[in-house]
């Protein structure tokens, strides 16, 4: 199942596999696998570049300070030359180096090519239990303490503001028998986040329409969520199509989704990853213009990785 950001109902679709791979075979490799028709290679239309997004914050924060919105998860994009580099061995490595991740690479004619490896799940519901990531605030891996009381305020406070917004969602539709565990503080590649767990019982709705009254969460829109994403389609130049939308498998009732965040977006020998950040009242531009570029080392690293040994 695949969405992108902006997610009407019409907008979700399913994708049936015609080709199941046992990936812990080393002799597989993704590219032999064909495809039905070939698509055309869209072209990559760039976003905010590090100065740009510096001041798109600075504009966040007024707003915020205005009293017009509490939190907004501003996005860039960060160009990279793949240079002939295998995409199967980039999966592969994102497998190997991020097992706790959802690898994913998926090619449609609608969005093109795209490579993820999130680390944020939006849901999984299997039975009746479903099960949500309140997933926020970011620190580079040698600063993040391991106890996440002793976190800043902004930090905890972002990851607070999620973390409530998941559960009154949930509560409004029925999810039963609600509880929050955490914040933990967890790794994601070079970074670590806060973490809680939230788990519930589902009588009635079923993952779909779970998934659409959650996304886009505050992790990826911002709180009020109307407000939020209103003041990024005026920022972002560009629409951020599957970056920020969620992804994953649905067999029958149970399905686990995951928000595409830490990806690519791929064209030719070209690519665009995708990065973010959540601007509240507290956010220092320069510091955030840090973190969307640390996340963006999960592909950025692998890629290096790739072109160093040949």
């Given at each position: 199942?695949?969405?992108?950001?902006?997610?009407?109902?019409?907008?979700?679709?399913?994708?049936?596999?015609?080709?199941?791979?046992?990936?812990?075979?080393?002799?597989?490799?993704?590219?032999?696998?064909?495809?039905?028709?070939?698509?055309?290679?869209?072209?990559?239309?760039?976003?905010?570049?590090?100065?740009?997004?510096?001041?798109?914050?600075?504009?966040?924060?007024?707003?915020?300070?205005?009293?017009?919105?509490?939190?907004?998860?501003?996005?860039?994009?960060?160009?990279?030359?793949?240079?002939?580099?295998?995409?199967?061995?980039?999966?592969?490595?994102?497998?190997?180096?991020?097992?706790?991740?959802?690898?994913?690479?998926?090619?449609?004619?609608?969005?093109?090519?795209?490579?993820?490896?999130?680390?944020?799940?939006?849901?999984?519901?299997?039975?009746?239990?479903?099960?949500?990531?309140?997933?926020?605030?970011?620190?580079?891996?040698?600063?993040?303490?391991?106890?996440?009381?002793?976190?800043?305020?902004?930090?905890?406070?972002?990851?607070?503001?999620?973390?409530?917004?998941?559960?009154?969602?949930?509560?409004?539709?029925?999810?039963?028998?609600?509880?929050?565990?955490?914040?933990?503080?967890?790794?994601?590649?070079?970074?670590?986040?806060?973490?809680?767990?939230?788990?519930?019982?589902?009588?009635?709705?079923?993952?779909?329409?779970?998934?659409?009254?959650?996304?886009?969460?505050?992790?990826?829109?911002?709180?009020?969520?109307?407000?939020?994403?209103?003041?990024?389609?005026?920022?972002?130049?560009?629409?951020?199509?599957l970056y920020g939308g969620y992804w994953g498998p649905v067999d029958g009732r149970n399905a686990d989704f995951y928000v595409n965040i830490r990806c690519m977006e791929v064209g030719g020998?070209?690519?665009?990853?995708?990065?973010?950040?959540?601007?509240?009242?507290?956010?220092?531009?320069?510091?955030?213009?840090?973190?969307?570029?640390?996340?963006?080392?999960?592909?950025?690293?692998?890629?290096?990785?790739?072109?160093?040994?040949?």
């Amino acid at each position: 199942m695949l969405a992108p950001f902006e997610a009407a109902d019409g907008s979700v679709f399913c994708i049936k596999p015609d080709t199941l791979l046992d990936l812990s075979a080393d002799h597989v490799f993704i590219e032999d696998v064909g495809h039905a028709r070939p698509y055309p290679t869209p072209d990559l239309l760039p976003g905010l570049d590090r100065a740009g997004y510096a001041e798109a914050v600075r504009t966040a924060i007024a707003s915020i300070e205005s009293g017009l919105l509490e939190k907004v998860v501003l996005a860039r994009t960060l160009n990279v030359d793949l240079g002939g580099l295998s995409l199967g061995r980039l999966f592969s490595m994102a497998a190997r180096n991020h097992p706790q991740a959802f690898i994913a690479l998926v090619r449609t004619e609608r969005f093109g090519l795209w490579i993820g490896a999130s680390p944020e799940r939006l849901l999984a519901l299997h039975g009746d239990r479903v099960d949500v990531d309140a997933l926020a605030a970011t620190l580079p891996k040698g600063e993040a303490p391991s106890d996440p009381s002793a976190w800043k305020p902004k930090e905890r406070e972002e990851q607070a503001m999620v973390t409530h917004s998941v559960l009154e969602i949930l509560a409004a539709h029925g999810v039963q028998d609600l509880r929050a565990e955490g914040p933990r503080v967890i790794a994601a590649g070079n970074v670590m986040h806060l973490h809680s767990g939230i788990t519930g019982r589902v009588t009635g709705s079923g993952a779909l329409p779970l998934a659409y009254a959650l996304h886009p969460t505050p992790a990826v829109g911002g709180i009020p969520r109307t407000s939020a994403i209103n003041l990024l389609r005026t920022l972002e130049p560009r629409n951020r199509l599957l970056y920020g939308g969620y992804w994953g498998p649905v067999d029958g009732r149970n399905a686990d989704f995951y928000v595409n965040i830490r990806c690519m977006e791929v064209g030719g020998g070209q690519a665009l990853v995708h990065a973010g950040a959540g601007i509240t009242a507290g956010s220092d531009p320069d510091r955030e213009c840090d973190e969307v570029e640390r996340k963006a080392r999960t592909w950025l690293d692998l890629i290096d990785e790739q072109r160093r040994s040949g």
